[in-house]
T-cell receptor, first 109, second 116 residues
Framework: SQQGEEDPQALSIQEGENATMNCSYK?????LQWYRQNSGRGLVHLIL?????REKHSGRLRVTLDTSKKSSSLLITASRAADTASYFC?????????FGKGTKLTVNP | DAGVIQSPRHEVTEMGQEVTLRCKPI?????LFWYRQTMMRGLELLIY????????DSGMPEDRFSAKMPNASFSTLKIQPSEPRDSAVYFC???FGEGLIRETQYFGPGTRLLVL
């Protein structure tokens, strides 16, 4: 299977704490993307990092990419209850994206 | 911008019936993707189109599944006959890109299908 993997599968933290999710991928990528899915909803694009970038920020989100290890991490700082969702990484190497199975994040108020 | 529109949002049907899911991509997007999501298998790409042409249907489970894109603003995914194992949430997504690389995908709200 080409599918990458997120780690951990589930994460539960308190509001205000930071949340870190990791992604390992398998293909040669042009970019690596992170998406969020709230329960019962479609996926929403969060951030895209290109293969020649090592770190990218967007608001409370920080993404890193290590192409030598084929891994990426998503850090959410100062988490809020509204951040509760599943988070997916997606390998962008060609016309289609390859999604991982996701990390289910629960932020307790 | 209305985003990707899918209909119906929920569908309950009996085994053996035909099911048709519909999708309207974002205007101006030139790629359209159909996904299926289940707890067991996660998010699976079924088929995608580029400029209305099917490019890769290797994810379509079997001949009971078919998809069409007659024009840039409409696509259907049909299951005939439906089976209980087809129960899942089906997502449509669209994107715009030049060349072979596709970037951000925009997802619809999904169709929750239950086959009894």
């Amino acid at each position: 299977s080409q599918q990458g993997e997120e780690d951990p599968q589930a994460l539960s933290i308190q509001e205000g704490e930071n949340a870190t999710m990791n992604c390992s991928y398998k293909t040669s990528i042009n970019n690596l993307q992170w998406y969020r899915q709230n329960s019962g909803r479609g996926l929403v694009h969060l951030i895209l990092i290109r293969s020649n970038e090592r770190e990218k920020h967007s608001g409370r989100l920080r993404v890193t990419l290590d192409t030598s290890k084929k891994s990426s991490s998503l850090l959410i700082t100062a988490s809020r209850a509204a951040d509760t969702a599943s988070y997916f990484c997606a390998e962008g190497g060609s016309e289609k994206l390859v999604f991982g199975k996701g990390t289910k994040l629960t932020v307790n108020p | 911008d209305a985003g990707v529109i899918q209909s119906p949002r929920h569908e309950v049907t009996e085994m053996g019936q035909e099911v048709t899911l519909r999708c309207k991509p974002i205007s101006g997007h030139n790629s359209l993707f159909w996904y299926r999501q289940t707890m067991m298998r996660g998010l699976e790409l079924l088929i995608y189109f580029n400029n209305n042409v099917p490019i890769d249907d290797s994810g379509m489970p079997e001949d009971r599944f078919s998809a069409k894109m007659p024009n840039a603003s409409f696509s259907t995914l049909k299951i005939q006959p439906s089976e209980p194992r087809d129960s899942a949430v089906y997502f449509c997504a669209s994107s715009f890109g030049e060349g072979l690389i596709r970037e951000t995908q925009y997802f619809g709200p999904g169709t929750r299908l239950l086959v009894l």
